[in-house]
């Protein structure tokens, strides 16, 4: 293992702290719709899911693909955790002084098994795209112009999420048309809200980058 700093070693736990709330946080916000541009809805994850994929290129710039992957797998497992999680508890009875949450609960936890598969097989593939394209960019461009190499690795990964987890949760229920509708425009409000973070990736950057550039490449 490559020897960490303590305080590189707490700037690296704040960080894959700040990438599993906003996994978390997409993933049980995101329920949530709300009306947008030309009578169009979104879903209020637009908000935090574009953190994760910038979150892996910052980790991925200073600390190296390993880690970076690293921080997919640990998503990966949270995920995984959280959805078997919901499964048990949904399972359990309720008691009668319990009973009033009962729809609410229901509404906020309950998951199907193809939506959850959808989510996890959509995280894996495209985050970990994410990473190796972050790198191919990186090796043809140099270690310069890291908004530009992370707005194409985005611009590839956010597009195999979109449409992962579209077609694994929804074919069949929803049209072609509609389908690659919500898949265009879905994956439109991902690549713009995680352009318009791209300056905080630049702070995090900052934050985080005391270890020089020897070890980004590992």
Do not use: C
């Amino acid at each position: 293992m490559i020897p960490i700093p303590e305080h590189s070693f707490k700037k690296l736990i704040i960080a894959l702290a700040l990438y599993l709330t906003s996994l978390f946080a997409a993933n049980t916000l995101g329920l949530k719709i709300m009306p947008f541009l030309f009578h169009s809805h979104l879903s209020v994850a637009v908000f935090s899911f574009p953190v994760v994929f910038l979150m892996t290129d910052v980790i991925g710039e200073i600390y190296g693909k390993r880690t970076a992957k690293f921080f997919v797998l640990a998503g990966f497992i949270s995920t995984a955790l959280f959805i078997a999680y919901s499964f048990i508890s949904l399972s359990m009875p309720w008691s009668s002084d319990g009973a009033w949450a009962k729809e609410g609960y229901n509404q906020i936890f309950g998951i199907s098994v193809r939506m959850a598969i959808a989510s996890l097989v959509a995280f894996l593939v495209a985050e970990y795209q994410d990473v190796f394209s972050f790198f191919f960019f990186r090796q043809k461009l140099g270690t310069k112009l890291f908004w530009l190499r992370s707005l194409l690795s985005n611009l590839w990964s956010q597009l195999l999420d979109s449409v992962i987890f579209m077609v694994i949760a929804f074919a069949g229920v929803y049209s072609t048309s509609t389908l690659v509708s919500i898949i265009i425009s879905w994956w439109l409000y991902k690549v713009i809200m995680g352009a318009l973070y791209t300056p905080l990736s630049y702070v995090g950057l900052w934050l985080l980058k005391d270890r020089g550039k020897g070890n980004s490449s590992r």
